[in-house]
């Protein structure tokens, strides 16, 4: 990599992370995500017509399919904003859907007039994704589709390609739950929806970058969660002295910090590496790797910012509370830390024979 | 008052199944099992139950319409109301505040107030932590004054469990503000109807109002509203008895943790993943071994001997194996773990309940960091 | 059990402690066992000999046999003592023989005129005892043979009994290896050695008993090790403080007192739960969470005692250098943690079936 | 002197053929891949060759007979020393005293220093520590006074890493005891053979005499054999260069020992264990990202940016890790991890000797708890 491609991601990424300003107010304010929480879809559609506009559903689609071309760690400085400001809304799944659909997003959606999110999940706590159609159709089930409550548009990852297929669909069912931030997942059940498949032989690399984006958002997370634990830290009281003034706390929060750096140094590692055309080994061991970094990362951050903000840490009205539950909601999607290092484990077979 | 048989002299099975008996026979249909606190209104069934029986106080003597029981079999009886999931009582009254009465009270607190615990009339609440005295107790700022034959109370109090539930409040004030922190503190008795009390709930991470904080401005109590001697009360707020610093480490939450556990990991199907039952087995090791070294406390109280400081390591310990076993349910759970609610609306499979309802547990009670600086300098005699 | 037999045995394992001191010097001096490492056998010939005359190897051996009859509260109350002053004479191999072979151990070891030790193991990392003969012959190899190159007499287990053999026998060979604390460990190789077997059902029973004895001698270790590393923090001074006084060493040195008095806890409920009838599961399950739990502490302490002690903790003349060479010999003897918990897991299935 | 090419203007992939074929062509015929350190007798061959090619001073500047590499290129020299197993060398002369005689030195210390450096003639040691002042280094007590044109010196030095090879040692002593601590030391150059200095070998945990205790009773030495002013020395022993700082937490001890416990996991039969499997990618994986954070320090010495008090962070975790490993190499070497030598004489297949070798980098170079406080304060800015 020369020095002028490493500014020019550089400076993409700063004007990345200047647009979200838009969307995530930089003096750390969760008014917002406070309020949007357990109501409707949980998220914002005012919000994704702005992340529309603000060219993010382009970011991954080619320049030559009239996109911005952009990188995996411009998406990666976005998604860590966006999950410092715990965004609830589907950013991710668009950008998703844009890099799957690349010239075939629908222009409803590239305008911000309809939400469009991914669905792709087979199973809980697997990463198959090849379900979902039978013989021409849509049939079947796609599970944890993010903003599926509030969404226009489903991307259908299925064996068979890509669908994309509007809410009001004949025969597709959306239903969903809460989730512990306030958010909703969705369930799509598919009674042989007709649709048109288009081919695509990227998915794996798109669920790659996807796992590494999110986990990009987990990073993020982690970060502002820290940066109030120390806040708080600092401030407060018992037995005369700052309670940041004693060792073990002081020790504990180091550990934090370093698990913080290497995440990051492995997320945006990683991001260079799949930017410069790294091999699909490398690819998956890497998106999982960057997966299970980030998801340690943020029940180790959320765990200590707890017991270090004592009783104040068990309440809904400190922020530190809406960092854990989002940290609880989001650490296992993408596969949790179980599958990425059964993943892992796997490859090691590939490294032997390699 | 209701006649009781002296359960100290049957033996231990027996008395076993006469609880297991009365249980069954009369909980009455409220929530078994239950992770989070139930309100009054809830359980208020089950604690007029018990004090109809005579069984609401187990450790009061019964001359003074308690139980009577000596540790062991007060053990006995925890065991088997677990077994069944009764739920807790409003328990502040039985287990807190009647002792305290018994050792610190006049004649006439006694004869006033332990009738209305009894009976279930007088819900009580305990006022001790303050924003800027939680860990450092001491530091409380919540302040009376006596004037005119009263107390005026000024000040507030926080994390007060189930206060909305309760009609009295016993609070910790400072009563003297020239003396050394601890010296000057008083330990008084409060209705929560006075006029200038207020509360404010809070909700805890589980969306529940679980506690409240507790305001009052100048709120007069009679003088005689007050336990044990004016700046005397640090004494009083510090004796928790032998047997509540043993049990308050006992394995049963993460014992009935683990079977939470088992059960996710079947629905996850890793149960029979050898990675999973390597964790799994090691957790189960943690129960076992702490069961075995909380036995060896209740060996103790059984013997009568005295618990000292070194027991505060049964609550560190039960308290973080709880929350590891919920870390492992947590990654166990995948996707599921970020649902708001149970799975097939069955608690048991709710990783994220247990997650959560594990966090106070290190933080209340004495926060692990405060136990620990007391283990390493009263236990291990490591240097200040 | 009743408050008398409690006393019983409390009373009996006061008379053994009190015993041992004969071996153990109170004051904690360890300059025999200094002087012992590296040289011929690694352990002293008196030492075994005092062993028998102060009883330990009737220990076992049931009152009908001639024998003490005491049980397995007696023995870890031993081996503790044991392992607190390191001893590193093959006392508890010793025992083992005896209990396995009961009125059938031979005169000259009762006596202490011979040295016997026990020969089990068919393979490292493994729990198999049931090779090492064929065709009424002992025939093949026992591994890890503890004190083996100083010993007279092997009591040596295998699927057709057990077989006392003279370390002069025709065809026996003893090798062996150092062992990081100063001793040896054997190999002991048969070409057809001619024995008689002695049947004996108890031999797993025995082997359990070992393992669980062997964990009090871990226990020792690790409790003598954390009193010496307190006696370290509150003497040694840096920054004008003792160390002792920073919370951080104060927060991981109460870790350390927890654990040990789980294992204390574990290993005398699980003795008593021996010597008072418990069932085979009961046992098996039982025997392994002690040896977990006690080679855990001892390599937990080890690593904490040398990083509180310092440069200091890294040289040889130190003494808490000969508990972390020790535990570092012992931690996996009668299996490591990881067998330990693949057998845990193994009963799990057993559990599910009941 | 010799004549080098500027290394500095070829291409890394070029350089790296170069170093490669270097080390190939010229090791000797001592060990590769040596757990711990090589005494200068064994490893004097190598210091020779490196001298008479001029490649033992790596990052000195080319006109004082250095290599003048820059942080990038002096990586990738380390990077293929590593992996051919080259020893180290007693190499406290070329990295710790070069740079500072070259940046704190008269023009007559480096005209007399430099050359017996690079020559090999001078092996140096360094006496900092003391038996009271190991992580508080500012607590040295060691003692210089001037008389008659010559520092006299009394005192001890200790932990002196291969102090009995040297025949120079550089040492901390006090030389103001008025003023506060750290404002009284000064930095002086001492040769072993003055009269008054004895050395006593120290055996480690490996029983090996890597370090000694260096003893100086009345020892005379010429006022000039100071390294910068008098009461300065403490800026020239904290002056650790940033590359250093860096390379301190680089991940090749860890990585190195990953291959190793694969090794040792094959022997045992568990490498194809899925628990064992477990264990394993999660170290994995922190090598991994302790190397792309490594690698992020690297890039910034190659932009020539300044290097923070985070850096602390790589040889925090690096040497926790490094442990981690080793811990999980003893449980997998069951009972072959209490042997004393290597089982089939590999010492790659010897757990106990990566255990051992791991333990003092979490003490030397900067305790980790010393680290850890820094890192609080000076990052995290977190109160004292």
Redesign the interface.
Known sequence: MSGAMNEDWQENARMIVDSARAVVPADGNLDRIRKARFHGSGFDRDVMRQAAELGWLLMRVKEDSGGLGLGMRETCALMELLGGGLVPEPVLSSIMAASLLQEALPEAALAGEAVIVTAW?DR??AQDWRGGSAGGRLLGQK??VPGAAGADLFAVITGDGIAVVPRDANGLTVAG??????GR?GLLTFNGVEVDFLPCDRVERVLQDARLAHSAYLLGLSERALAIT?DY??VR??????I????????R??EM??RL???R??I???ARRFDTGADDRTCSR?AA?CK??AADLA?LVA?EA??MH??M?????ADI?LY??KA??????FG????Q??T??AL?DQEDAA | MISLPDYNAMNDADFRQTVRSFVEENYPDIPRHALSRLHWEEVKPWYLILSEHGWICPTWPRENGGMGLNAGKHLILIEEFERYGCARVNDIGPVMLGPLLLKYGTEAQKAYFLPNILSGDHIWAQGYSEPGAGSDLAAVRCEAVLDGGEWVINGQKTWTTLGMDANWIFILVRTDKTVKKQAGISFLLVPMDAPGVTIRNILNLELEAEFCEVFFDDVRVPADHILGEVNQGWTAAKALLGHERVFIGAPRLSASAMSRLKRIARRAGVWEDPVFRDRYVALQCDVMDLTDLFETYVDKLRGGEDIGADVAMLKIFQSELYQRISDLMMEVAEEESGLRLPPEADRQLHAAATYLSARPTTIFGGSTEVMRNVLAKAVLDLPS
Chains 1, 3 share one sequence.
Do not use: C, W
């Open positions: 999940q809980t706590g599970l944890n739950e809460e989730t512990l931030d306030g997942t120390l830290l600092r009281k018992q037995f005369d002295r700052p940041g003034s004693f060792q073990s706390l002081q020790h929060a180091t910090k370093i750096e290497l995440a140094a492995a945006y590692a990683t890497d790797r299970l970094r029940m765990r707890v017991q004592g009783a840490g068990i309440t809904d009205e509370g854990v539950r609880m909601t989001e650490a296992n999607l949790g830390p179980r599958q290092r059964a892992l484990a090691l």
